[in-house]
Structure formats: structure tokens, C-alpha cells
């Protein structure tokens, strides 16, 4: 059984208040060329197809077109929601959709019913789980403790009917501890999402989305496939692909990449504006690359922006890092980059007030921040 896994397509989405539509058209083509070439049985997609819960028409046109040529191709699509979407959204007409052999995860309702695909090794149950809360498996499970994220998924599995003398294949969008984050990536307060690998062992292959570098948790049976295109110079190294993997009989699995080139790649420079503008560097840059301007000159550059624009017309971001910016201000390092949003408030309150917070304030600040993170207002 070959499946193709995507994930975090994020359709829609702006960078720098780039849009990025171009592009996504241009890689999912490029994606198409690939399930052309390995002929799958099966396209797993898991979760953040959009960039937000109420998408643009361009956007969820873009989806549509994309989904229409899967499906011509005689293969299955199996889809999550991811926490950018709105399942209900996203679950329009999904029984209609699977005449097509388009599933697409329905809203979570305390049952998980798998898709049963067949080759000659026989079936594989693809099970497809959306992006799950604590919240949302207490309404249905009143009786059990769910206090954690990896006790609600650790729940949605234990209620699913797992055949383990079968294949199993779990499509889920989750942040499972141990995984590697960029800052294009939402952060929960207190690291409150992770999830313990050790949850996904009934299966066989567990196709990850949530997570935008390619990276694997526990070996290469659970997987991140990460985002097809770079979406924050954080990803500018990221080598970005779609992954492959091919089940044979129970318990062989084997898992490969395909990369993806991008219509314009990310790149960062840093050196001195007359640097910059030297054909030493620019000639090193796609013309229609998008870029982040680090400048060294000690003193500002007039019009710096609009002038770099004239050499870098995708110019997305120019800062300076000199003895003045980083005296004005302590750079954070990556140790900094990774705290969690709650305790990097409360340095600051206490460096501000000259003490610390308070339970009280901490607790308001938490369910704040929580409530920030899932977009509530």
C-alpha cells in the first residue's frame, strides 16, 4: 500500500503580507507531477488545509481545483482538519465527496469510523482523527479523566475499534512531544498540546500535520511530512517535500521523500547594504525569491527599503543588527525563542514591577493567552 502524505497546506495564508496563493497553485501542481510519477493508492492529508477557520473564495477555490484532479486520478484522498480550519466547514458534503473516494474527517462526535483500503496484502484501516482538545472529548466521555491533551487523544483512540491483526494507519493533526517547532508555528501556553508518542501504538503508520519542519517522532512510524512550501525565514534551511510511505505486509513499513522546489524559494541575507547590492550576492538569488534584508552598517540607510526593493522586488522583511540594535535591546537566543509565552510575560512583569506575579495573575494570564492561541475574542 503506497500513500502519499501531505499537511499544513495553510491555502490562503499571506507571509509578510505577501500572498501566497501563486505559489500554492504552483506547488500543488508540483505535488500532482509527483502522484503522477508513484501512482498511489492514496493521498493523506493531515489537517490545515486553510490558513484560517473562514477561508477566502480564492482560497477555497484553489482547494476545490486540487481535490477535483486527485480525485480523476483514481486514488483514495483522506483528509483531517487541523486547528486553522473549521471542521464543520471543511466537512461540507463529505458524504458526497466519498462517491468520489474524497473522505474528509467529520466533526469529532465521539466515534471514529475507519476507511478501508485493499491491496494485495490485503486491508489497511485509515482512520482519520481531527485536531482534537480536552474540551472536545469530555461531552462524550463524561465518566473518564481527561485532563491533558494526551489523555483526549489517548481516549479517541481507546474508543476506536482497532483490529490489530489488521494495518493501521492514523491521520491526525497533533503536537506530539519531542517534536521540533519553528516560529511560523503556533505556540500553546505551558506547552499544553504535547502529546506522548506512545499513544499512536496500535498503528502502523501515524501521518502527522500541526508541525511545519519533516521530521520524525518514533522512528519512521510516526511522522511530520511538514509544509510544502517555507512559510517564515524560521524554515529558510528547511528542505521541504512531500513523504512517501509504503506499508507491505503487517509490520513492514517503509518510508522515503520526494522534494519540492518552490516557484520562488526564501532566502536570508545579512551584510552591509553596499554588500547587498553588489552582483557577489545578488547574483547568488532567484530574481522573484522572496527575502529577509539582515543590514550590518552601523548607521541607517536611506530609503533602505525602497532602494533593496529595486535589486530584491519580493523583499519581505529588512532589519539591522549593528552595535546600536543590539545594545538597544537584548537579542533573544534560541533558549528564550522556545519559553513559553506565559513565562516570558512574567520575566517581563517582574524586570518592570520589581516583583513578581501573582497566583491570581497567573491564572487570568494563562486563560488569556489560551483564549488568544484559539482565536476567541
Known amino acids: 500500500m503506497k500513500l502519499i502524505h501531505l499537511s499544513d497546506l495553510h491555502l490562503g495564508k499571506r507571509v509578510n503580507e505577501f500572498p501566497m496563493l501563486d505559489d500554492q497553485a504552483y506547488i500543488l501542481e508540483r505535488i500532482l507531477d509527483i502522484v503522477d510519477d508513484e501512482r498511489p493508492d492514496g493521498v493523506l492529508i493531515a489537517g490545515d488545509v486553510y490558513d484560517k477557520s473562514v477561508p477566502s473564495a480564492e482560497a477555497v477555490s484553489l482547494l476545490d481545483d486540487f481535490l477535483v484532479k486527485l480525485a480523476g486520478r483514481s486514488l483514495a484522498v483522506l483528509l483531517v482538519s487541523g486547528n486553522h480550519d473549521c471542521p464543520e466547514r471543511l466537512a461540507f458534503a463529505n458524504r458526497l465527496m466519498e462517491q468520489r473516494r474524497v473522505y ?25 482523527l481531527p485536531f482534537l482538545k480536552p474540551v472536545h472529548l469530555r461531552r462524550f466521555f463524561p465518566g473518564e479523566e481527561i485532563d491533558s491533551y494526551t489523555a483526549a487523544v489517548a481516549c479517541a483512540i481507546r474508543h476506536m475499534p482497532i483490529d490489530p491483526a489488521r494495518r493501521n494507519v492514523l491521520v491526525a493533526h497533533q503536537f506530539v512531544t519531542g517534536a521540533q517547532r519553528c516560529d511560523s508555528e503556533e505556540l500553546s501556553v505551558g506547552g499544553s498540546e504535547n502529546v506522548d508518542a506512545a499513544v499512536f501504538a496500535p498503528f ?11 521530521q520524525n517522532v518514533d522512528g519512521d512510524r510516526v511522522r511530520y511530512c511538514g509544509t510544502p512550501l517555507k512559510y517564515s525565514f524560521s524554515e529558510v534551511r528547511h528542505r521541504k517535500s512531500v513523504t512517501v510511505a509504503e506499508l507491505g505486509p503487517k509490520g513492514e513499513l517503509a518510508v522515503r521523500t520526494r522534494p519540492l522546489i518552490p516557484r520562488r524559494d526564501m532566502v536570508e541575507l545579512r551584510g552591509s547594504f553596499e554588500q547587498l547590492c553588489s552582483p557577489q550576492v545578488y547574483d547568488t538569488v532567484g530574481r522573484e525569491d522572496y527575502v529577509r534584508a539582515v543590514l550590518t552598517d552601523e548607521n541607517d540607510v536611506y530609503d533602505a527599503l525602497g532602494r533593496l ?65 484559539e482565536g476567541r475574542t
Do not use: I
Request: charged share 30%; glycine share 6%.
Open 309 to 373: 526593493r529595486l535589486v530584491y522586488p519580493n523583499l519581505m522583511r529588512l532589519d539591522y543588527d549593528n552595535c546600536r540594535t543590539r545594545s538597544g535591546a537584548p537579542e533573544l537566543d534560541q533558549a528564550d525563542v522556545e519559553r513559553d509565552p506565559l513565562e516570558l510575560f512574567a520575566g517581563f512583569y517582574e524586570q518592570q514591577n520589581r516583583q513578581p506575579l501573582s497566583e491570581e495573575q497567573r491564572r487570568y494570564l494563562a486563560e488569556l493567552l489560551e483564549t488568544l492561541r
Open 204 to 214: 502502523d503508520y501515524v501521518a502527522l500535520g500541526h508541525l511545519h519542519g519533516p
Open 104 to 128: 474528509v474527517s467529520p466533526v469529532y462526535d465521539g466515534a471514529v469510523r475507519p476507511v478501508t483500503l485493499e491491496d494485495a496484502h490485503g486491508p489497511v484501516d485509515v482512520w482519520l
